[in-house]
C-alpha cells in the first residue's frame, strides 16, 4: 500500500519513523510519502490561506495549493481522504475498509480547514475521529494511517489481530505480565493455571464484563460496525 500525505507541517510526521510503522517502510510492505502543500503555492510569498466568503473569524486554506498537490499524485486506484470534525465518525470497520485501497492520498486541514468543492472535485471521504475539534488535520491523519495500517497484511504479526478490541464486537479482556504480586494485587488465579479452556472462558466473560462498564453502546444488538 502507497499513502501520501499533503500537510503544511511535514515534521508532524515524525512518529512514521518509530516501531512498527517504520518497520513496515524499511521492509516494502508499505510507502508512506510526506508532501509539503506549500511547494505547490503559485503565490510568489507562497501563501497558503485565503479569507472565507461571507465572512467569520479565521482562514481557509488556499484552494490551488492543495488541488495541485493532490493533482501531483492522484490515479486512478487513488482515495482521497479528508479528516474533518465534520466527517462520518471513525471506526474499526472503516479502518479495514481503507486498508484494501492500493494508494491512498490524506489532506491535513489547517485552520478553519479546506474548500468544500476539493471535496467534492477529488470525491473525498470526510473522516472524523471523535466529536472534538483539534487544530490540524496531522494528529488525525496519524491516528487514521495507524489504525488502518494494522489490517495490511504483514504489517503485524500473524494472530495479533484476532483478540483485539473490537475484533469480535467486544473490548479486550484485562491482560497482566510479571511479577504474579504487585502492589499487594494478585495476577487472577485462572490465568496461572495452564488450562486453556478456562482461561478462554475467563477472557470470554471478563471482555463483556469490560465491554458493559465501558461501552454499553457495542451491545446494542443493532449495532454491526466491527
Ligand atoms: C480547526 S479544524 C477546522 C474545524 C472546522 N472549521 C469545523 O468546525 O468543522 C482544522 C482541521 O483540523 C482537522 N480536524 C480537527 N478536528 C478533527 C476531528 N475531530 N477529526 C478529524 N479531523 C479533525 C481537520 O482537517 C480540520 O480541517
Given at each position: ?13 515524525a ?102 468543492r ?74 496461572l ?5 478456562e ?18 453502546d ?9
Open positions: 500500500m502507497k499513502i501520501d500525505i499533503l500537510t503544511l507541517f511535514p515534521e508532524s510526521f512518529p512514521f519513523k518509530e516501531s512498527i510503522i517504520s518497520r513496515a517502510q524499511k521492509a516494502g510492505t508499505i510507502e508512506i510519502n510526506i508532501i509539503n502543500i506549500r511547494e505547490f503555492s503559485r503565490d510568489k510569498h507562497k501563501k497558503c490561506d485565503d479569507a472565507p466568503f461571507g465572512g467569520g473569524a479565521g482562514m481557509l486554506m488556499s484552494v490551488q495549493p492543495i488541488f495541485d498537490a493532490v493533482k501531483s499524485v492522484l490515479t486512478n486506484k487513488s482515495k482521497v481522504v479528508f479528516p474533518s470534525p465534520a466527517g462520518k465518525v471513525y471506526n474499526n470497520k472503516m479502518a479495514k475498509e481503507l486498508a484494501e485501497f492500493e494508494h491512498l492520498i490524506f489532506i491535513c486541514g489547517h485552520y478553519e480547514g479546506i474548500d468544500e476539493l471535496i467534492k472535485i477529488f470525491d473525498a471521504e470526510e473522516i472524523s475521529i471523535g466529536d472534538y475539534v483539534l487544530t490540524g488535520g496531522e494528529i488525525p491523519s496519524m491516528v487514521i494511517i495507524d489504525s488502518l495500517l494494522r489490517f495490511v497484511p504483514n504489517v503485524l504479526k500473524d494472530g495479533s489481530l484476532e483478540e483485539e478490541s473490537f475484533s469480535n464486537g467486544l473490548l479486550e479482556y484485562p491482560q497482566f505480565t510479571r511479577p504474579q504480586v504487585f502492589e499487594g494485587m494478585r495476577v487472577p488465579e485462572v490465568l493455571s495452564g488450562n486453556h479452556a482461561i478462554k472462558k475467563w477472557r470470554k466473560q471478563e471482555s463483556l464484563k469490560k465491554t458493559k462498564r465501558n461501552r454499553p457495542l451491545l446494542k444488538e443493532d449495532r454491526n460496525e466491527n
